[in-house]
């Protein structure tokens, strides 16, 4: 079955309740993009012609997934985490000591994902391999690379935690080859 909608509006088609009355949501189709839009205005748009993208509303808010709604996978080339200092404040340098120590505390796990348990045993195999993982928990980790709940792991401040830890490791190094050198 097909549905087939006729355009009168530059290309324009609505999905929803007449303008006015209650609704949770809009869709828009457009020629060139495609609007979803909340009954609050915000919206969330994807579009471009040549290369296409998905872009938040003007003040930048929008989610991809949240806690309890995830996304099995996801594949890019490159995923940019905002890092201007004009979006930031109350900058000052990190504690490196600290930042190794919270490494050195880290528990790395060997696990496998539940989902990932039932979606074997509901193949037609019934044997299908099931991913092993390696990482850390989130209810053990800092609070500084887990969300509010300690359900998820932010990898932006994970890394730079990590990358903090290394440069300390270094200036140790250096200290140790330095005494070496001259002893």
């Known amino acids: 079955t097909r549905l087939w909608l006729v355009t009168p509006h530059a290309g324009e088609v609505v999905v929803g309740p007449r303008s006015g009355s209650h609704w949770l949501g809009q869709l828009r189709i457009r020629a060139l993009d ?7 205005g915000r919206h969330i748009k994807i579009w471009g012609i040549d290369d296409p993208y998905i872009e938040p509303n003007g003040d930048g808010y929008g989610y991809v997934g949240s806690a309890s709604k995830r996304f099995k996978a996801m594949w890019a080339n490159s995923f940019n985490q905002t890092s201007e200092g004009r979006l930031k404040t109350n900058i000052a340098p990190a504690d490196t000591a600290s930042c190794y120590d919270q490494v050195k505390a880290l528990r790395f796990k060997t696990y496998n994902f539940i989902s990932d348990i039932e979606s074997a045993e509901k193949t037609a195999a019934g044997g299908a391999e099931v991913p092993t993982y390696i ?3 989130a209810e053990e980790a800092p609070d500084i690379v887990c969300d509010k709940e300690k359900r998820n792991i932010n990898l932006y401040p994970y890394i730079s935690l990590i990358g903090a830890a290394v440069q300390e490791l270094q200036e140790r190094l250096e ?3 330095g005494k070496l050198i001259s002893g």
């Open 34 to 40: 495609t609007l979803i839009q909340t009954y609050t």
């Open 175 to 177: 200290a140790l080859e």
């Open 135 to 137: 990482g850390v928990i």
